[in-house]
């Protein structure tokens, strides 16, 4: 390690030195309190050994702001009976002591102790930024499928609410040339890349098939295959996927793993669930897979929420979950006033009070007239 030793103390200064030096480390000494912070930026220290007599107080405070992304020890040299001292340069942020004049083993041993920490911070800023690279890969995957989706469509409206740096949650659809509407809500195992390996996968089967015009069951067979042959055992995507026949005035869901969507019927008199039948995509073998498919034939104004389970299983600062009969309620109540997506929105971030989400949370609203 590259040591800076700041003592006024020139005899002191000299010997610690070459003791430091005698380790194996490399020494340089300053004996002003002026000289610290130049030599501090012109050495670029791995560690910094301070005399308590030496130096302002905030001496400690302007080299960890010098240090910038760097953890860089600041230890002062001390009496330890001094109290007072120690509880200065703990408020100044000083990261150890050691006793002044300092006893060669128990030098060694702390630096020794300072060594693997610096070391342990290293690797963790190693991983630090290994783990932002990809939360930034995960990110541009997912962007990029999302963006795929057809223009807005008047009869969606869909909200995230992200409980990370952003939502692992996968929302898409299609409209093709014939009228029909696909939609697919996914939910992956994990959170970042390990969600975002199965993204582009399942939404390439997604939108082919959806713009050939394939039925819900074979979309998610497809899917199914694709993810069963990818991911390692233990993930998965709990998903719904739905069609919307507009000319027969029917409606095709196929649900594994997700809470079953609910429809509301004239501005919120009626709510009723859908089943959920299925395991979720990428757990079944392709020849094992066998998917049941729900079809309605809903009424004019009838309106159908899908959302993930980051949504009813909110737990406010109470410990409440958020849970489906609030939802039911919250559909109850929707009187046309406003959207009934944020009639839903606004009833999920009052009970939340001003907390973040520990899961994804994502919504969408299909209107059908």
């Not at 807005?152 to 609410?161: K, T």
Request: with cysteine; proline share 4%; charged share 25%.
């Amino acid at each position: 390690m590259k040591i800076l030793v700041a003592d006024g103390n020139d005899a002191s200064r000299a010997q610690l030195c070459q003791f430091l030096e005698s380790d194996g480390h490399r020494a340089v000494g300053v004996g002003e309190a002026d000289g610290v912070m130049n030599s501090f930026v012109r050495e670029s220290p791995d560690m910094v050994l301070i005399d308590c007599n030496l130096g302002p107080e905030d001496l400690s405070q302007q080299i960890k702001l010098r240090s910038h992304q760097r953890f860089v020890p600041v230890v002062y040299m001390t009496p330890m009976a001094d109290e007072a001292a120690l509880g200065k340069f703990v408020e100044g942020g000083a990261d150890d002591f050691i006793e002044n004049p300092a006893n060669r083993l128990a030098l060694r041993a702390k630096i020794m102790g300072i060594e693997r920490t610096f070391r342990l911070y290293n690797d963790l800023e190693s991983f630090k930024v290994k783990a932002e690279q990809e939360i930034k890969l995960a990110r541009h995957m997912f962007d990029a499928v999302t963006r795929r989706r057809s223009q807005d469509l008047g009869e969606l409206s869909s909200w995230v609410w992200a409980a990370g740096h952003f939502s692992g949650d996968m929302l898409i659809y299609e409209k093709n040339i014939s009228g029909r509407l696909y939609i697919m809500l996914g939910d992956f195992t994990g959170h970042g890349l390990a969600a975002a390996v199965g993204v582009i996968p399942a939404s390439d089967a997604f939108f082919s098939l959806a713009e050939r015009g394939a039925e819900v069951a074979e979309i998610a067979a497809e899917i199914n295959r694709k993810l069963y042959n990818m991911l390692p055992t233990g993930h998965f995507c709990a998903a719904c996927i739905a069609e919307v026949d507009f000319d027969q005035a029917l409606l095709h869901v196929w649900n594994g793993g997700l809470p079953p969507p609910m429809m509301a019927v004239d501005e919120g008199k009626a709510v009723a669930r859908m089943k959920s039948q299925n395991l979720p995509l990428g757990i079944l073998s392709p020849a094992d897979f066998s998917p049941k498919v729900e079809t309605l034939a809903p009424s004019s104004r009838t309106s159908v929420v899908f959302y993930s389970d980051g949504l009813v299983e909110s737990v406010n600062a109470r410990g409440e979950m958020f849970g489906e009969e609030r939802l039911e309620v919250a559909l109850g109540r929707y009187s046309g006033s406003s959207t009934l997506l944020n009639t839903i929105k606004k009833k999920v971030i009052a009970f939340m009070d001003g907390l973040d989400p520990v899961d994804d949370i994502t919504l969408l609203t299909l209107r059908l007239e």
